[in-house]
């Protein structure tokens, strides 16, 4: 049995760098499940196809090419606002389930734990997590942070279109009928809005250590 540290959240909440954070501290791997999304976005858009269109997207999640996760263009917003469309697609949806379950049943390197990022590995992807968090922030806040993020990509945008973009995507995440973006029922809610990375890692490493400790505790041994 592997420990799974589920990390859902909003768009540009931190997550992804708190779920990196976390998995250095314990050992665990990583997977940022977004990215999974983001590839099959960027695969319909260079194949010419319609994320909005199921078959489309459906075809490129079955081709998904894990080796493209490291490249820059899956992190724009488009693509961002792309993957929330192909997410929406339950079909897609399910391709994408069993790798994800499949990583945090035996995480790479033989690690004990997993810290797995998105909107549902609480609530739909490990459900049996030991420890979840839900991470949030003021949309000032987020749009802000990406623009920042942006710009050190030497991508420079207008702050104020890049928090309409974030709260329209959040709307459509919270609101899709399949897996919607919620916090699960035994999550723990981590605002960071007045946090800056160190302190939202505190706050983070606070929340849950305890909760691994407890599963690791309970492990079998031998
Ligand atoms: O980093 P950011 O919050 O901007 O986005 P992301 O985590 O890379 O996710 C991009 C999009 O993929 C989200 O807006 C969701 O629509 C979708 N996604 C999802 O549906 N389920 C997940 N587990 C992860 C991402």
Same mark, same amino acid.
């Given at each position: 049995?592997?420990?799974?540290?589920?990390?859902d959240g909003?768009?540009?909440?931190?997550?992804?760098?708190?779920?990196?954070?976390?998995?250095?501290?314990?050992? *665990?791997?990583?997977?940022?499940?977004?990215?999974?999304?983001?590839?099959?976005?960027?695969?319909?858009?260079?194949?010419?196809?319609?994320?909005?269109?199921?078959p489309?997207?459906?075809?490129?999640?079955?081709?998904?090419?894990?080796?493209?996760?490291?490249?820059?263009?899956?992190?724009?917003?488009?693509?961002?606002?792309?993957?929330?469309?192909?997410?929406?697609?339950?079909?897609?949806?399910?391709?994408?389930?069993? *790798?994800?379950?499949?990583f945090? $049943? @035996?995480?790479?390197?033989?690690?004990?734990? $997993?810290? %797995?990022?998105?909107?549902?590995?609480?609530?739909?992807?490990?459900?049996?997590a030991?420890? &979840?968090? *839900?991470?949030?922030a &003021?949309?000032?806040?987020?749009?802000?942070?990406?623009?920042?993020?942006? @710009?050190?990509?030497? %991508?420079?945008?207008?702050e104020?279109?890049?928090?309409?973009? %974030?709260?329209a995507?959040?709307r459509?995440?919270?609101?899709?009928?399949v897996?919607?973006?919620?916090?699960?029922?035994?999550?723990?809610?981590?605002?960071?809005?007045?946090?800056?990375?160190?302190?939202? *890692?505190?706050?983070?490493?606070?929340?849950?250590?305890?909760?691994?400790?407890?599963?690791?505790?309970?492990?079998?041994?031998?």
């Amino acid at each position: 049995m592997t420990i799974v540290i589920a990390v859902d959240g909003t768009a540009a909440s931190g997550k992804g760098t708190l779920a990196k954070k976390l998995a250095a501290h314990f050992g *665990f791997a990583h997977l940022d499940s977004g990215a999974l999304y983001r590839l099959v976005a960027l695969a319909v858009q260079e194949q010419g196809g319609d994320p909005a269109a199921e078959p489309d997207a459906l075809r490129a999640a079955h081709a998904l090419d894990l080796t493209r996760a490291g490249e820059p263009a899956i992190r724009s917003d488009l693509i961002g606002k792309l993957a929330s469309q192909v997410s929406a697609h339950p079909s897609v949806r399910a391709a994408l389930l069993q *790798f994800q379950r499949d990583f945090a $049943a @035996k995480p790479l390197g033989g690690s004990p734990g $997993a810290v %797995i990022d998105g909107r549902d590995i609480g609530t739909v992807v490990c459900p049996r997590a030991a420890a &979840k968090l *839900f991470v949030d922030a &003021k949309p000032a806040v987020r749009a802000h942070r990406r623009w920042l993020e942006l @710009k050190a990509m030497g %991508i420079a945008r207008d702050e104020s279109a890049l928090r309409r973009e %974030i709260e329209a995507r959040d709307r459509a995440d919270r609101d899709r009928p399949v897996s919607p973006m919620v916090p699960a029922e035994d999550a723990d809610l981590l605002d960071t809005s007045d946090l800056d990375i160190d302190a939202a *890692f505190a706050a983070a490493l606070a929340l849950v250590t305890p909760k691994v400790e407890a599963a690791l505790k309970a492990r079998p041994r031998g």
